[in-house]
């Protein structure tokens, strides 16, 4: 009899709401664009790609100049991609439906000048609009430069959005393995250092990986877990 009561007692119980965190990389895991960084060689200037700037480290004599992040301070030829934007765009329809325990945030390497940010929102009221989405939607849109390529920088973000706010149910989407690997350890430090709060917490982050054409001309994306990730798509948003 008690036992009875006892279920229909916490069957009669608010269910506890998981807050939810989704967080996309930029370049060449949402978009391509023509932008290039600019190294400065002792044979003269040497144009790296978004990934190839993440994954090079200078060798002596080599620095990255005044000039060198020039190109990056607008959104240039944007090119969806198109693995992740599918993606993109179910998350964006699940924030447009309930936006109170859940938040999207765009965290990119480059750095937040103003003219770059309304670029980008440009093209999120652009894409959201052929969605069905509204303007008000693509205003929660977080969008946060960070003017870095290392990866503790991203993984720290995604620490504090966790400590300040709860989420914890967390996904992250990133081109670069350095950036996966640090926002993936933010998880298991946290639970070292806090078990009890954060036993729930669950975060996880997508390598998205690139395969072009030897032409150059044709790109595809795939995940190392594609069939995972199109179950995800349909249930997780």
Not at 58 to 86: H, M, N, R, S, W
Not at 129 to 156: F, M, N, Y
Not at 174 to 202: I, P, R, S
Request: glycine share 4%.
């Amino acid at each position: 009899m008690f036992s009875n009561y006892r279920w229909i007692h916490e069957m009669n119980q608010p269910l506890e709401v998981v807050k939810k965190l989704r967080v996309f990389d930029m370049d060449d895991t949402l978009l391509t664009t023509s932008s290039r960084v600019r190294l400065t060689t002792p044979e003269g200037t040497k144009f790296l790609t978004p990934k190839e700037y993440n994954e090079y480290t200078p060798k002596e004599g080599e620095f990255y100049g005044p000039d060198a992040y020039q190109e990056f301070g607008v959104l240039t030829e944007p090119k969806e991609i198109e693995y992740t934007v599918p993606i993109f765009s179910k998350i964006l329809k699940a924030l447009h439906q309930d936006s109170a325990n859940r938040k999207v945030m765009i965290l990119t390497s480059r750095s937040g000048k103003e003219s770059f940010v309304n670029s980008l929102k440009s093209w999120l009221s652009k894409y959201a609009q052929k969605l069905g989405i509204s303007q008000q939607t693509v205003d929660q849109i977080e969008i946060k430069g960070i003017g870095s390529s290392r990866p503790e920088d991203k993984a720290a973000v995604i620490k504090q959005q966790i400590e300040d706010e709860g989420f914890m149910d967390v996904q992250f989407f990133d081109d670069a393995e350095g950036n996966v690997k640090a926002v993936k350890q933010v998880e298991y430090e946290l639970k070292a250092l806090e078990q009890m709060k954060y036993a729930n917490l669950h975060i996880q982050a997508r390598h998205i990986i690139h395969l072009h054409s030897p032409e150059g001309k044709h790109e595809k994306t795939v995940s190392k877990m594609i069939k995972e990730n199109k179950k995800w798509i349909k249930i997780r948003r």
